[in-house]
């Protein structure tokens, strides 16, 4: 009896070890693709945003310098001095601009100050989870930062710029001059008028009003055309009666009494006309 003890025991001793093992986290359902999206983290937002000087200026702004033109032999090239002379070009070397946790949820706080001018902003695709690297350009000052699951906002106030993350292409810089308000009211409007348009178009009222349309202007051919029937009806039975009527011949006229008559009025103009011949002219005194 004392062996069952002991193997029940163990049995019981396994059996708790397992359930101690199960935690909460275990049990949360996941959705789809979580394993590929990092977990959202309360990051101060100090430590969201950090810039790289590119070390031109003691006071961090943008320089710009002139450096010769690098050519490959390759690459024809136009040059835009005269071949005499030093190719050289004008450049002004790029800060870079870090977001180290992106993405870390839907979030919006006070950026850091940003030198402006050419910046490389270095960030990780929320879609790929790949570290890209974007050209962009910012103006001075410090922005409002704005995460959403697909776009960066840096927003100054009047104008914005936006990094765009597409599903698994390349991201696209956008600048616009409107307030996030201003956008987010368009973005309703458009919105509004694609639900609007659509419901309409449900209703069946463009293409209703379509076909009255067409049968109206069927309508209004086929009463034309039945107008100048029975216009013609009318004045061929008036032509055929007044044929009818004795001595209705003898008041048309023939095309020889018609050419007698023309001649005789060019006959009068032409007596009408004054005879230089039997003209008198009076002398000068």
Known sequence: MVAPTRMFLLAAALLGAAAGCTTSTDATPRRVG????????????????????????PTGKPVARVAPLATSPSVECAPVLPASAVQQQVEVPPAILVHKFYYTGDRSFQGPMIPGGPLIVSV?????????????????????VTYTND?????????????????????RVRYSQATNVHENTRTRISTARTETRDFVTRTGIPSGLQRFKDTTKSTLGAVADRVHDGGKFVADAVTTAIEFIPGAQLLKSNPEDQ??????????DADRRPNLDNTFVPRAP
Do not use: M, W
């Not at 990780?124 to 409002?144: M, S």
């Not at 776009?151 to 991201?171: A, E, H, K, M, W």
């Open 34 to 57: 979580d394993a590929l999206r990092p977990a959202a983290a309360p990051v101060p937002p100090t430590q969201e945003i950090e810039i790289l000087d590119p070390n031109v200026d």
């Open 124 to 144: 990780n695709h929320p879609k790929t989870l790949e570290r890209v690297y974007v050209p962009i350009t910012l103006p001075p000052g410090a922005p409002r």
């Open 151 to 171: 776009t960066i906002r840096y927003d100054y106030g009047p104008q914005s710029v936006s990094l765009v993350f597409g599903v698994c292409g390349n991201p």
């Open 259 to 268: 050419a007698i008559r023309e001649q005789e009025r060019l006959q009068r």
